[in-house]
T-cell receptor
Framework: GAGVSQSPSNKVTEKGKDVELRCDPI?????LYWYRQSLGQGLEFLIY????????KSGLPSDRFSAERTGGSVSTLTIQRTQQEDSAVYLC???????????????FGPGTRLTVL | GDSVTQMEGPVTLSEEAFLTINCTYT??????LFWYVQYPGEGLQLLLK?????DKGSNKGFEATYRKETTSFHLEKGSVQVSDSAVYFC????????????FGTGTRLTIIP
């Protein structure tokens, strides 16, 4: 597609339920990132996928959070047993990783606003 | 660890005023530096970037110069417009191959006519 797309745009869930957030990166982009934007924490990195390499999960806040990327394209971020502090906007970004830093711009999707009641 | 400190807002200016949003960073090695902008109701967009010391990034009348000696990347614009009202984020990326961005807290800018 023309840009990074995310779905749903808004998600309201009850505490304790599981949620899945989807990201479709720009076609041909080998790298995919998840970030979280919340009032208390600002914009924080969650997880990074690059090609077939093992993902960098260093930003995931707890083991309730997981993500996968199927076929090197679409990614799903799963939050199990949601808590109120998980309420935030979840942003996905993608980029081409090449030999030159000029190719490394991250393009962001519109985000999914998650509200945990 | 890596961190970005940027001027806290909100900042309110009159149209055609001069804008500076300060950004300083702490990082190992030689990071790339970025300014991202989030317009109301829209996603995060790259505004400009600089990848090495003394580089100047520029776009839409905005400029920022990578100053290694002061570890700064201040955003400037000579004459702001109402359409510049947005939230601005300073960010860095350190090791090439470890691509995550570290963001500042964001500065909300409002331009009044």
């Amino acid at each position: 597609g023309a840009g990074v797309s995310q779905s749903p745009s808004n998600k309201v869930t009850e505490k304790g339920k599981d949620v899945e957030l989807r990201c479709d990166p720009i076609s041909g982009h080998t790298a995919l990132y998840w970030y979280r934007q919340s009032l208390g924490q600002g914009l924080e990195f969650l997880i990074y996928f690059q090609g077939n390499s093992a993902p960098d999960k260093s930003g995931l806040p707890s083991d309730r959070f997981s993500a996968e990327r199927t076929g090197g394209s679409v990614s799903t971020l799963t939050i199990q047993r949601t808590q109120q502090e998980d309420s935030a906007v979840y942003l996905c970004a993608s980029s081409i990783i090449g030999l030159a830093v000029q190719t490394d711009t991250q393009y962001f999707g519109p985000g999914t606003r998650l509200t945990v009641l | 660890g890596d961190s970005v400190t940027q001027m806290e807002g909100p900042v309110t200016l009159s149209e055609e005023a001069f804008l500076t949003i300060n950004c300083t960073y702490t990082a190992t090695g030689y990071p790339s530096l970025f300014w991202y902008v989030q317009y109301p109701g829209e996603g995060l967009q790259l505004l400009l970037k600089a990848t090495k010391a003394d580089d100047k990034g520029s776009n839409k009348g905005f400029e920022a110069t990578y100053r290694k000696e002061t570890t700064s990347f201040h955003l400037e614009k000579g004459s702001v417009q109402v359409s510049d009202s947005a939230v601005y984020f300073c960010a860095l990326r350190t090791n090439f191959g470890n691509e995550k961005l570290t963001f500042g807290t964001g500065t909300r800018l409002t331009i009044i006519p």
